[in-house]
């Protein structure tokens, strides 16, 4: 038991240093313990209590994508066009393209996500997902500024 949860209370611990002085937001990873299909849910709060009780941690969706204020402690929105888009993974869906195609980078594959604007070309068919009825929520609606995977 404790070789489970040590990993979890250290991650807690160093998030809480973290969070004492600048703002983080945490997405889930392919190995972390939350659901593996994209997009995947935040850490559970009670994983992490510690890091939970500041105001500066977020945990966050794998995809993620936020807004950056260009001004000063400007709190934005998602779909605030005024400021700088983020937009990220980690990693999944890259290692995915790679393994299936004959792209022979990650970074070959990053740029093809934002020329097909879609941040899970390969799912469901070979990236877990849940199925969606209504809208492809991998889909890009704006090129983001910063986009990162991994």
Same mark, same amino acid.
């Given at each position: 038991?404790?070789? *489970?949860?040590?990993?979890?209370?250290?991650?807690?611990?160093?998030?809480? /240093?973290?969070?004492?002085?600048?703002?983080?937001?945490?997405?889930?990873?392919?190995?972390?313990?939350?659901?593996?299909?994209?997009?995947?849910?935040?850490?559970?709060?009670?994983?992490?209590?510690?890091?939970?009780?500041?105001?500066?941690? /977020?945990?966050?969706?794998?995809?993620?994508?936020?807004?950056?204020?260009?001004?000063?402690?400007?709190?934005?929105?998602?779909?605030?066009?005024?400021?700088?888009? !983020?937009?990220?993974?980690?990693?999944?869906?890259?290692?995915?393209?790679?393994?299936?195609?004959?792209?022979?980078?990650? !970074?070959?594959?990053?740029?093809?996500?934002?020329?097909?604007?879609? !941040?899970? $070309?390969?799912?469901?068919?070979? !990236?877990?997902?849940?199925?969606?009825?209504?809208?492809?929520?991998? *889909?890009?609606? /704006?090129? $983001?500024?910063?986009?990162?995977?991994?």
């Amino acid at each position: 038991h404790r070789a *489970i949860t040590s990993p979890i209370r250290e991650l807690d611990m160093v998030l809480t /240093r973290l969070c004492s002085s600048v703002p983080v937001d945490l997405l889930p990873g392919s190995s972390d313990p939350c659901n593996v299909f994209l997009p995947q849910q935040p850490f559970h709060h009670c994983l992490l209590p510690s890091a939970n009780m500041y105001s500066t941690f /977020r945990a966050a969706t794998n995809p993620y994508e936020a807004i950056m204020s260009t001004e000063a402690g400007k709190e934005m929105e998602v779909d605030d066009a005024t400021g700088l888009l !983020l937009v990220g993974t980690s990693g999944q869906n890259v290692d995915n393209v790679l393994r299936y195609s004959t792209i022979g980078s990650s !970074l070959d594959v990053m740029e093809g996500m934002l020329k097909w604007r879609h !941040l899970a $070309p390969t799912a469901p068919d070979t !990236l877990h997902c849940f199925p969606m009825s209504e809208e492809d929520p991998f *889909i890009c609606q /704006r090129c $983001p500024h910063l986009f990162f995977a991994g």
